[in-house]
């Protein structure tokens, strides 16, 4: 049975980092955008960190353009953007696809492990809907991520427990990773 650790990503530097290097923490897989409107996730991800990663947690932010362009910078810029902005100090990979033919690997794995269900109710979740379903047209079987700020989470074993949409509440993801640690 496959696990996230089979899978190797680049870092922002664009070298090849195994995920196997996380084997053992609980992790939060993240794919974000620092123009996206929930870019203000980057507060309550980065005091998550602070407060478990020495319990073995670790959050795991790969950036990505394909969501209304709102990821338009290089590596360099979106790591500068969310360390002075938000303090950010947990990792960040190269800026990926998650949707299409050119979706990175990991993403495709992970959002068949958890497929999309919804994003729940109320305006925002609605705002969403009609959002997402447009720009994921193009993607048709292979949309695999609706949104920014889709947040997976795995086990110390490697295997992907709880998928959670932008729209899940911040408590209610921080709830579900203490059950883990």
């Not at 990505?64 to 979106?78: S, V």
């Not at 109320?122 to 700020?149: C, E, P, R, T, V």
């Not at 795995?154 to 640690?181: N, S, Y």
Request: aromatic share 14%.
């Amino acid at each position: 049975m496959a696990t996230v650790y089979d899978f190797k990503v680049k870092n922002r530097s664009g070298e090849e980092v195994s995920l196997s290097d996380y084997a053992g923490k609980v992790l939060l897989i993240v794919n974000t955008a620092t123009g996206c409107g929930f870019t203000p996730h980057y507060d309550p991800l980065e005091a998550m960190y602070k407060e478990f990663r020495d319990k073995g947690f670790e959050i795991l932010d790969f950036p990505c353009n394909q969501f209304a362009d709102q990821a338009p910078g290089d590596d360099a810029e979106i790591h500068e953007f969310c360390t002075m902005k938000f303090g950010t100090e947990f990792p960040r990979f190269a800026k990926i696809d998650v949707n299409g033919d050119s979706a990175d690997p990991l993403f495709a794995y992970l959002a068949t492990e958890k497929p999309f269900e919804s994003f729940g109710k109320g305006l925002k979740s609605a705002a969403l809907k009609k959002f997402s379903g447009m720009n994921n047209k193009k993607y048709g079987d292979k949309a695999y991520i609706k949104w920014n700020f889709t947040k997976f989470l795995v086990d110390r074993e490697g295997h992907v427990v709880a998928r959670f949409e932008p729209t899940k509440d911040m408590g209610e993801v921080k709830q579900e990773v203490e059950k883990l640690l």
